[in-house]
């Protein structure tokens, strides 16, 4: 890793099969599009372009960035380039169908966004389909988050303790603004906790995300996929369920174990292309 403070960023070398357009565009996350020969978007409170340069990925903060080493460090883990992949895809490629919807799309990675803006954009998510959820998510920041740059960072729950069911609906959330107001408070209180969640063994931390009104399973594995690194968690929806019934009717292969969530990134993505619908 280098960094390089003058330009507020940091290089990751040698990145290579890293599939950024199917990481952003695989509907783990909300705040990320294409732009000027890369990606733009938030990853927590930094503002970023994320660009290639034949093996080595450039990510460039868009705002003065204090601490370059933490800057790093951030971007790594939320990257997920501290994992090792090549030996994930080894254990699930002991499968034959595993083995091919891998092959498919090989450069997929699962993310590690923060917790509260996970729980909050999926609860949005639900019964809704990927460019409406973004608009609403970027109309959430843009209305109660805070200014960065020309962009706007993903609002706190402090920054939501008095916004009412009305002042949701005014964002185009329908009937999930009861369910957003209501995960707001219940992690205000601390009812609702990353800490409590990511102690949990993945059975309990589903049921304590389940205490938000509107989070059912699918809802709360994807947090504890895309935020809290539970890795066997394993969100189902339409396309998880169809690739279910026709890769895998007898469930999951055994070498698939502890690592379900990250075979279900490339079953989800396999599915949406080459299955009967």
């Keep these: ?11 990751f070398e040698n990145v290579s099969g890293y599939d950024r357009e199917r990481t952003f565009n695989c509907g783990q996350c909300f705040r990320w599009d294409a732009a000027d020969g890369g990606w733009r978007g938030f990853a927590g409170d930094y503002p970023c372009h ?16 204090e601490n370059m080493e933490a800057f790093g460090s951030y971007m790594e883990h939320y990257l997920s380039l501290d994992m090792d992949y090549d030996s994930m895809k080894a254990q699930l490629s002991q499968d034959e169908t595993m083995k091919k919807a891998i092959e498919f799309s090989p450069g997929i990675r699962v993310l590690t966004q923060p917790f509260f803006e996970t ?3 999926f609860i949005i998510s639900r019964n809704n389909n990927i460019p409406r959820i973004k608009k609403i998510v970027d109309a959430m920041a ?3 988050g805070t200014p960065v740059g020309d962009m706007y960072a993903f609002p706190t729950p402090q920054q939501l303790a008095d916004v009412t069911i009305e002042q949701y609906n005014e964002l185009r959330m329908g009937f999930r603004s009861k369910y957003v107001y209501d995960a707001v408070q219940k992690v205000l ?3 609702v906790s990353e800490e409590k969640v990511k102690s949990m063994d993945y059975a309990d931390a589903q049921k304590h995300l389940m205490q938000v009104k509107g989070v ?7 947090v504890l996929l895309f935020s809290c690194e539970k890795w066997e968690s394993f969100p189902k929806d ?9 890769l895998f009717p007898r469930g999951l292969p055994d070498c698939a174990q502890g690592l ?18």
């Design 142 to 144: 843009q209305t109660y």
């Design 189 to 191: 209180s601390g009812r």
């Design 50 to 65: 994320i660009r290639m340069v034949e093996n080595d990925m450039y990510v460039q903060c868009l705002v003065p960035v």
């Design 260 to 277: 379900e969530g990250i075979a279900q990134q490339y079953i989800f993505h396999y599915a949406r292309f080459n299955l009967e619908k």
């Design 119 to 121: 729980l909050i954009t």
């Design 1 to 11: 890793m280098k960094l390089i403070n003058d330009k507020n960023t940091v290089i």
């Design 216 to 222: 059912g399973p699918k809802v709360a594995d994807c």
């Design 238 to 246: 339409v396309w998880i369920n169809r690739a279910m019934e026709q």
